[in-house]
């Protein structure tokens, strides 16, 4: 069974970056049909999808945060990363990575329990 | 961006009853339309992809329909389980965006 855990500090500080880093676990992270997203989730808001990495290390990320984001894949330890620079309160939120199949239609099959991340001084 | 309105925002409703959610795109999406459910606390739960596929595990009284800008999801005979939020997403276009969410409540 495929499963999907994120891990981060939980706190950051206005302006400083945040580092999240999602484990993949019952399957390989080098799959041909499958992107490896990150979706955020403000508390009592709705889902913004912030991009996507695939195995080889091309990425995709939502122009909305503005060069602000970095995506990294580690194959040899099935695990990939975000990276999101200059944080302020409203990227407050709860961070999903998810599992994006690609292999006929494009859709979120699974996805990891979500870490809540806080900015605050 | 490619736009998704849900209609209505909130709804209640009877175990047994049975509800359909609108989805609205402001541009075609095709039928790269997802659904999810979401309960407090969890993470979202694929329920129906590619607009009317029934995601494996996934209960049969849920269906979805449509194609280009309008979608719905429809269960058909509500279960004490289905009160939950629930999101369309498109992934026609990136950005993917999702509707703002559908709340389920008891009546």
């Known amino acids: 069974q495929l499963q999907l855990r994120e891990s981060g500090p939980g706190l950051v500080k206005p302006s400083e970056t945040l580092s999240l880093t999602c484990t993949v676990s019952?399957?390989?992270?080098?799959?041909?049909?499958?992107?490896w997203g990150w979706i955020r989730q403000p508390p009592g808001k709705g889902l913004e999808w912030i991009g996507y990495?695939?195995?080889?290390?091309?990425?995709y990320y939502n122009s909305s945060l503005e060069g602000r984001v970095t995506m990294s894949v580690d194959t040899s330890k099935n695990q990939f990363s975000l990276k999101l620079t200059s944080m302020t309160a409203a990227d407050t939120a709860v961070y999903y990575c998810?599992?994006?199949?690609?292999?006929?239609?494009?859709?979120?099959?699974?996805w990891g329990q979500g870490a809540l991340l806080t900015v605050s001084s | 961006d490619i736009q998704m309105t849900q209609s209505p925002s909130s709804l209640s409703a009877s175990v047994g009853d049975r509800v359909t959610i609108t989805c609205r795109a402001s541009?075609?999406?095709?039928?790269?339309l997802n659904w999810y459910q979401q309960k407090p606390g969890k993470a979202p739960k694929l329920l129906i992809y590619?607009?009317?596929s029934l995601q494996s595990g996934v209960p049969s009284r849920f269906s979805g329909s449509g194609s280009g800008t309008d979608f719905t999801l429809t269960i058909s005979s509500l279960q004490p389980e289905d009160f939950a939020t629930y999101y369309c997403?498109?992934?026609?276009?990136?950005?993917?965006?999702f509707g703002q969410g559908t709340s389920l409540e008891i009546k």
């Open positions: 590619a607009a009317s």
């Open positions: 990495i695939y195995y080889t290390g091309k990425t």
């Open positions: 019952g399957d390989s992270i080098s799959s041909n049909s499958y992107y």
């Open positions: 541009q075609s999406a095709s039928t790269y």
């Open positions: 997403q498109q992934s026609y276009r990136t950005p993917y965006t």
């Open positions: 998810a599992r994006e199949n690609t292999s006929w239609a494009n859709y979120f099959d699974y």
